[in-house]
């Protein structure tokens, strides 16, 4: 009798034992609660890129799984919260997580803005007679500069004015200069003016 109590005591404690340890290392699901982005709408240039976080409420949820989503990838890509500007617009980046609750940013990107190098006219010496005129042209590199303004003088503008397109008119004979300029870049055409009386031999531009 002693025998048989003892072995249904001893089953007992061991079934006990075994409850309180699986009930003890049981994983509890802590669920997303809320999930913020660092940024909520940034502006980027073509070709620049940033990276997004998320804070995830609580730190301790058991599922931080996240989804990028990019609602236009012609303007702007993500991938694992690296965003990449493609072409001027706007794209809305989402972070959904796996139980649905999601953040997004509105990336506007802008053209990228290329700086000037360098500004060449095609001549750069130009011989005219008096009572003629001569369009010279100028190239500002690289070519996908935005928009540079060329703006164009003579260093006699009474005598030699440069109109906007850079169209030099020839009024009386002398020897000037044809300046081209774009930020803080230039250059010159040296211009030689004479009379319409005077041969061209005459005049040798060194």
């Known amino acids: 009798g002693k ?10 404690i061991q079934f006990f034992i075994s ?10 699901v802590v669920e997303v609660e809320s999930v913020m982005m660092n940024e909520t709408s940034v502006t980027l240039s073509e070709g620049e890129s940033i990276t997004l976080t998320l804070t995830v409420v609580p730190s301790n949820a058991t599922d931080k799984a996240v989804t990028w989503y990019s609602s ?9 919260g690296k965003v990449q500007a493609v072409n001027t617009g706007t794209a809305t980046i989402t972070a959904k997580m796996s139980n ?34 001569s369009i010279l042209t100028a190239t500002v590199k690289p070519t996908d500069t935005v928009e540079p303004t ?5 260093d006699t503008t009474t005598v030699v004015p440069v109109i906007g397109n850079g169209e030099v008119m020839a009024r009386s004979a002398c020897f000037a200069k044809g300046p081209a300029k774009v930020g803080q870049f230039s250059a010159v055409c040296l211009l030689t003016l004479m009379s319409a009386q005077i041969s061209f031999t005459q005049f040798v531009f060194n």
Request: aromatic residues 8%; contains cysteine.
């Open 3 to 12: 025998l048989c109590v003892y072995f249904i005591l001893s089953s007992f």
């Open 19 to 28: 409850c309180t340890t699986s009930e003890r290392f049981k994983e509890v």
């Open 72 to 80: 236009d990838e012609g303007v702007a890509t993500v991938r694992e």
């Open 100 to 133: 649905g609750q999601s953040a997004a940013c509105v990336v506007a990107v802008t053209r990228k803005v290329v700086e000037v190098e360098s500004i060449e006219i095609d001549r750069n010496k130009l011989t005219l007679v008096v009572g003629t005129s």
């Open 150 to 154: 060329v703006s164009w003088e003579s």
